[in-house]
């Protein structure tokens, strides 16, 4: 018998409209310091933690709300990425058209997989999804379009709407900005609607909601759906704003650092991705000066994490404060 | 560690210099693979090759004055460029040079491009990067796959290899690798009689090899790198291939391969090198040097990090005749007017496209008796005079030649 | 590509003996795997850093102690497998009762640990280790020339497997333990120690992944990597003979062995996925594996 994961967690004070205070207060705070923080802070950085965070929210919709762990998840994050460049580069399309064909790459990819791994439970469900994963790792790897183990480069910023130069750091960035919080709130909306609260219930105790007549097989689908979608809009801002997609976005440790990022923030809270999308981008780029302990050191993290921390740094916050995060 | 780079650096500058007039400053990035597979083809060798390099030009050149650091790019396009381009934006880094990893190697290309920066690329093999997707400033030091191809190719189908077969890592590089050399191969009169590809990080090789050992090619050419080529070869000593008569010709094998391999396995291996640490009384002085600096024992240095050093120094050279850093195509292009003369790669120019021209030899490992002490690993059997080593420079497609 | 048109008899022969040679290191890794998650629900993604493990005590002890490689054999498992018992009691003895994810994410992340560690000290290139002399050369089969040393592989890992499987279903040991998994409380209620068995068979388990990483270490390139690239492969094996069936794994891994062999005769560039695609067939038909108990 196991226990599900948020038997680990702090569990969620059920309430279905959120009369509480500091979830909008967090948000206020996080969009103050994303508006500040280009003063004092590479941009370029910001926005790359920009993308993972909102990659790393769409996991933790699966896993934090929907109770699903995808090992796979690099799988939309990284094909979206391809098409977004590819479109971008080879299609001439403007920035909008392809960060929207990468996502469009995303929900079509996750209505395939979905389908295929959700029938089956836990780890068995897991395991699906890193062998889709991985098999569309390899025809990344044959494919001519995506240039292999080079990848696709020189991707063009574009003309945001035909208007708004996006080689201009200070365009793109604001458009990521704008593209996260989208997704992040959208992410929000998702989780506190009646569709959320019934995802939650089948987390719970998925044979009482099949009793009570949901049909929890297509819920789950639009779950899994709704994360690989935001997985692939995350995907397709990375490809513009870095102006690469590569090997390394298909790849399965992609899968898991997503997973680390989520943990580390802290699964089935709404800002925990967040945080830990940001902290683990940091770690790698502040860190590459000795890189050769990066590794390790992500190792360590985990360990740490999972032993001792496993609310993550928000989810620790949270309890610690008592209130919701 | 960056730290310590940084005041060690300094502290060369500063001990080497007194009241100048003019000063030049310098920061140079050494971008290496630091922690997977390239790390001992590059990695930490590389820096310790640059902090030799920024040592020496030192002594005679007390009025440059130059600063070091080193990142990690964990063989990732993104990371790469990622701190590629923060050196480039915030941290003042003139130069970044060495890269093994073509396609992170073309990434930072076109950065160096676009904010007018140097890139030497000293462990990368894309032979685009001299070719289609050359720049003003860029410039691709040590080797390439076209020079790989037909060193190894021409030359063993001059000595009698003129039978192939490949063995082919299946992604863009292996493919690149496999037409080039078969192009050499066909050109000098030799035959490919089949090939087979292998999908990248093949553990085990056996199956392939049976295919290639029921060809009886003469040669079975490794179009592949790094473990794929460990594991072939080690499977290749298991099946007898070399005992039934055929040669392996690796076409990108690097003295730390062989070393991982063992004499005893590897004996036989035919392979291109453009600088070998026992070739001459210079690389051996350098590579005791090199040994004491990076500090970790029963390691020999390799082209790549012989790059390195070279690189910069012609770099510094450049830079100080100029009197400033801060233009990178004129850095390029005083690169490239500027003859290149340091002690491990001896003469040579810069062409036009970027390429650096210097001679290339065709080496073969040693068996285990006829190797007299630890990296006694080769016998040279053959010098590529630098005029032929290279792609001719009207055939690469070059936009700066061509237009 | 390079077609053998109406593949001739001897070649077909000679594939598929590599093929058996390759599935023998695919059971003799999955078989740890599924001892580990059948008795004890962990799934152990350290196991692939635990196989290096195993190939690089065998290349210290050559090193560094004299030790050749028949005494590594022995060696170098017991060594790996007395770390991975104290992984057990520090670590992973907290998360029984908690969802699988968490073991799954611990165990990552000391595989990441383990690796960094050894890249860092030794280098990715690899480390040599020569054959033992005895098993050097090969028969002459007539189809093709099988090397000693490989067919010294396939004789000790059957041999192993086979040993495995009959102390867990078949002798007294194996039957407490595996009442041992089922049902705890009731088994410490006979007065046997349930926390030492289990750290015992997790020993057992990366015993065995080391013991298969000394046999690779004469073949295969030694390196901190040897492990990544095949521990997908192997989790892939498990899931498809069940995972909490040994015989499942055992028969599973030199039967996808051949499997991928063939693939490399016919169509060489899918031999990686191949693997991949059955197991995502064998869940959605099978979801219990081929040989599985639980659902």
């Keep these: 018998m196991e226990q599900p ?15 509480n205070w500091s979830e909008p207060l967090a948000f206020v705070v996080m969009v103050t310091v994303l508006a500040v923080a280009p003063l004092y802070i590479y941009p370029m950085f910001l926005m790359q933690a920009l993308c993972f965070a909102l990659f790393a929210c769409a996991f933790n919709l699966l896993i934090g709300y929907g109770g699903l762990l995808s090992f796979g998840h690099a799988l939309y994050f990284g094909w979206a990425s391809y098409l977004a460049a590819h479109s971008a580069k080879v299609w001439g399309f403007p920035p909008e058209l392809a960060i929207l064909t990468g996502t469009l790459t995303g929900a079509v990819l996750g209505v395939v997989a979905g389908s295929l791994a959700i029938r089956r439970q836990g780890i068995y469900f897991a395991m699906i999804t890193l062998a889709l994963a991985q098999m569309m790792f390899f025809f990344a790897l044959q494919m001519k379009f995506t240039g292999g183990e080079d990848g696709i480069q020189a991707v063009p910023r574009g003309r945001l709407f035909g208007m708004v130069d996006l080689a201009d750091q200070g365009n793109m960035y604001i458009t990521v900005v ?60 990375k490809a513009i704003v870095l102006q690469i997609a590569s090997l390394t976005d298909v790849d399965w440790p992609m899968s898991g650092e997503v997973v680390l990022m989520a943990l580390v923030g802290g699964l089935g809270t709404v800002f925990g991705p967040v945080a830990g999308a940001f902290i683990i981008i940091a770690m790698q780029t502040y860190l590459a000066q000795v890189g050769q302990w990066v590794t390790v050191i992500q190792g360590v993290i985990f360990v740490v994490c999972v032993l001792l921390f496993r609310r993550g740094v928000i989810g620790e916050l949270a309890a610690y404060l008592r209130i919701r995060l | 560690m960056k730290r310590l780079l940084s005041l060690t650096a300094v502290a060369v500058a500063l001990a080497a210099s007194s009241a100048q007039a003019q000063q030049v400053s310098v920061k140079i990035g050494v971008m290496s693979d630091m922690s997977s597979l390239y790390a001992d083809i590059g990695g930490p060798g590389s820096t310790a090759a640059a902090k030799l390099a920024i040592a020496d030009f030192a002594k005679s050149n007390p009025n440059v004055k130059v600063e070091l650091v080193s990142a990690d790019h964990q063989n990732k396009a993104d990371v790469g460029s990622g701190v590629v381009n923060k050196w480039y934006d915030t941290e003042n880094v003139d130069l970044v040079i060495d890269v093994p990893n073509s396609g992170v190697a073309l990434a930072v290309s076109q950065i160096a491009a676009t904010k007018n920066k140097v890139f030497i690329v000293s462990g990368a093999a894309a032979s685009d990067l001299t070719g289609p997707k050359c720049n003003a400033n860029t410039i691709h030091w040590t080797y390439d796959t076209w020079m790989l191809a037909n060193g190894t190719g021409k030359a063993l189908v001059k000595t009698g290899g003129d039978s192939w077969f490949f063995l082919t890592a299946d992604y863009a590089f292996g493919h690149a690798l496999e037409r080039d050399t078969a192009a050499a191969v066909e050109a000098n009169g030799g035959k490919v009689l089949g090939k087979v590809r292998h999908p990248l990080n093949t553990n085990d090789f056996s199956s392939f090899l049976l295919q290639a050992q029921t060809s009886k090619a003469k040669i079975i050419g490794l179009a592949n790198a790094g473990g794929d080529t460990i594991n072939s070869i080690k499977a290749g000593a298991e099946f007898g291939i070399v005992k039934g008569g055929q040669k392996f010709a690796g076409l990108l094998v690097f003295a730390s391969d062989v070393n991982a391999l063992g004499l005893a396995t590897a004996q036989g291996l035919t392979l291109t090198e453009t600088w070998y640490w026992d070739g001459n009384d210079n690389n051996r002085a350098w590579t005791k040097r090199w040994q004491t600096e990076r500090a970790a024992a029963g390691k020999f240095p390799t082209m790549v990090q012989a790059g390195v050093y070279s690189g910069i120094t012609h770099y510094l050279k450049a830079v100080a005749s100029l009197k400033s850093g801060a233009d990178g195509k004129a850095v390029v292009a005083e690169m490239k007017k500027l003859p290149t003369d340091d002690v491990l790669f001896g003469k040579g120019t810069i062409r036009a496209d970027g390429r650096k021209i210097h001679d290339a030899y065709l080496l073969e490992v040693k068996s285990p008796a006829e190797s007299k002490y630890p990296g006694d690993f080769y016998k040279v059997k053959a010098t ?9 420079l009207k055939d690469g497609g070059c936009p700066l030649v061509s237009g | 590509m390079f077609e053998i048109f109406g ?51 065998a290349f210290l002890l050559l090193q560094h102690a004299g030790i050749g490689y028949w005494p590594a054999l022995i060696v170098a498992p017991i060594l790996v497998g007395l770390i991975g018992m104290v992984i057990e009691r520090t670590m992973l003895q907290w998360l029984y009762k908690l969802d699988h994810l968490y073991g799954l994410l611990l165990t990552f992340g000391l595989a990441l640990i383990i690796e960094g560690l050894a890249r860092n000290y030794y280098g990715s290139a690899g480390l040599p280790y020569q054959m033992p002399d005895v098993l050097v050369g090969g028969y002459d089969l007539g189809f093709m020339r099988l090397p000693i040393y490989r067919g010294w592989v396939i004789v000790a890992s059957l041999t192993v497997c086979l040993g495995t499987w009959f102390v867990i279903e078949r002798t007294r040991l194996g039957a407490n333990l595996r009442a041992a998994t089922e049902n705890p409380t009731l088994v410490r209620a006979f007065g046997i120690n349930v926390p030492r068995m289990i750290t015992l068979t997790y020993g057992f388990g990366v015993a065995l992944a080391a013991f298969a990483g000394v046999m690779a270490a004469p073949i295969y390139n030694v390196s901190p990597q040897m492990g990544s690239s095949l521990i997908i492969v192997v989790f ?25 062999g063939l693939t490399k005769v016919f169509f060489p560039e899918a031999s990686n996925t191949v693997i991949f695609v059955i197991m995502a067939i064998v869940l959605l038909v099978r979801p219990a594996g081929l040989f599985g108990r639980r659902a």
């Design chain 1, 178 to 237: 704008v593209i996260f919080l989208a997704g992040f709130l959208l992410i929000h909306r998702i989780i506190h609607s009646p569709f959320g609260e019934v995802l939650k219930a089948i987390r719970e105790n998925e044979p009482r909601a099949i009793s009570l007549g949901y049909k929890t097989d297509r819920y789950k689908l639009l779950a899994f759906v709704l994360s690989a979608t935001l997985a692939g809009l995350a995907g397709s801002t």
């Design chain 2, 384 to 392: 590529i005079p630098a005029a032929e080593a290279f792609r001719p």
């Design chain 3, 236 to 260: 892939a094996v498990v899931v498809i003979g069940g995972m909490g069936s040994i015989m499942g794994a055992i028969v599973t891994g030199f039967g996808l062995g051949v499997i991928e």
């Design chain 3, 7 to 57: 593949i001739p008899s001897q070649a077909l022969f000679s594939q598929l003996l590599i093929g058996l040679i390759n599935g023998s290191f695919y059971a003799l890794l999955s078989l740890g795997l599924a001892v580990i998650f059948g008795m004890l629900n962990i799934i152990n993604f350290t196991h692939g850093a635990q196989y290096m493990l195993g190939a690089f005590v």
């Design chain 1, 5 to 19: 994961v948020e038997a680990a967690i702090t569990p969620l004070a059920p309430s279905i409209s959120s009369r």
